[in-house]
């Protein structure tokens, strides 16, 4: 079984800082992209931030100088650093990955986490 387990969210004044961790964990072969996704309410879930196993990072335009996403491989994890918070990026953020399970020869599969909220408060 595979899991993807998000932490770090919570209540934030505008302006301040957040961090999202989100760990894979289970009968892993490979993860090949790790994604940061959001959604508001009353809204579609939209991509926010991606990286790609060679290590190229690409983020919504929304968020582009304000959020950085990191990965460690060999911990399996990807993280989201917020800074300059603003009361619209209030939302769920859900981690998500396409990976690999063992054995191989089973296809590459879509996986998301459970979500974590972020509040930003003006």
């Known amino acids: 079984q595979v899991q993807l387990v998000e932490s770090g969210g919570g209540l934030v004044q505008a302006g301040g800082s957040l961090r999202l961790s989100c760990v894979a964990s289970g009968t892993i072969f490979s993860i090949h992209n790790m994604d940061w996704y959001r959604q508001a309410p009353g809204k579609q879930r939209e991509l926010v931030a991606s990286s790609t196993s060679d290590g190229n990072m690409d983020y919504a335009d929304a968020v582009k100088g304000r959020f950085t996403i990191s990965r460690d491989k060999a911990k399996k994890t990807v993280d989201l650093q917020m800074n300059s918070l603003k009361p619209e990026d209030t939302a769920i953020y859900y981690c998500?990955?396409?990976?690999?399970?063992?054995?191989?020869?089973?296809?590459?599969?879509?996986?998301w986490g459970q979500g974590t909220q972020v509040t930003v408060s003006s």
């Open positions: 998500n990955a396409f990976i690999r399970p063992i054995p191989p020869r089973k296809p590459i599969t879509e996986y």
